[in-house]
């Protein structure tokens, strides 16, 4: 298995638990904040495809799915076009309403396909290009894809916990 194997086997596993997630829940649900200030379900999908869209957009050098495929017009969220969730107060989070699940999974399916459309063309020397200076050391490509999958993995496993207890307190 090589690189790119390697990580579209682990952004598959982020789409398989986004859809897990969401699937078969409603507006309420997808907006409820546990303590009336968390990160809401559809907050955290909506975010974590926003960041894997956005940063590998960057690297790939084409357009962000989410204005390529209309997706920023389909949401109609009152953010910029450009926000992908950092720095977002409490009234940003409640702005990430979304009433129908489905629409999260269309638009991580999307950014998915883009994702692994991506790799497919990256040899494992790839890896190794500096994509980012501002840091110190500069990020590699590897490194960047690698911080997507965990970003995308932590958010996704709060968006599973957040759904569980709300499916305990329906019980």
Same mark, same amino acid.
């Given at each position: ?13 982020i ?36 960041? @894997? ?8 050098e084409?357009e @962000? ?92 496993? @709060? ?13």
């Open positions: 298995m090589n690189g790119s194997d390697l990580l579209a086997d682990a952004f598959g596993r789409r398989d638990e986004v859809r897990d997630a969401v699937t078969g829940l409603g507006a309420d649900q997808l907006a409820d904040r546990i303590d009336g200030s968390t990160n809401s379900i559809a907050w955290l999908v909506w975010h974590l495809t926003r960041v @894997q869209d956005d940063h590998v957009a960057e690297v790939a084409v @962000q799915v989410w204005t390529a495929a209309g997706f920023a017009a389909r949401f109609g969220l009152r953010l910029p076009t450009a926000s992908i969730g950092y720095g977002h107060t409490s009234a940003d989070v409640a702005a990430v309403r979304v009433d129908d699940p489905d629409l999260l999974v269309e638009y991580h399916e999307a950014v998915h396909d883009q994702t692994v459309r991506y790799l497919s063309t990256l040899t494992d020397g790839d890896f190794d290009r500096v994509v980012d200076e501002r840091w110190e050391p500069p990020v590699t490509l590897g490194v960047r894809l690698v911080s997507v999958v965990s970003d995308d993995l932590q958010h996704v496993g @709060q968006a599973a916990l957040v759904r569980g207890i709300l499916e305990r307190r329906a019980s």
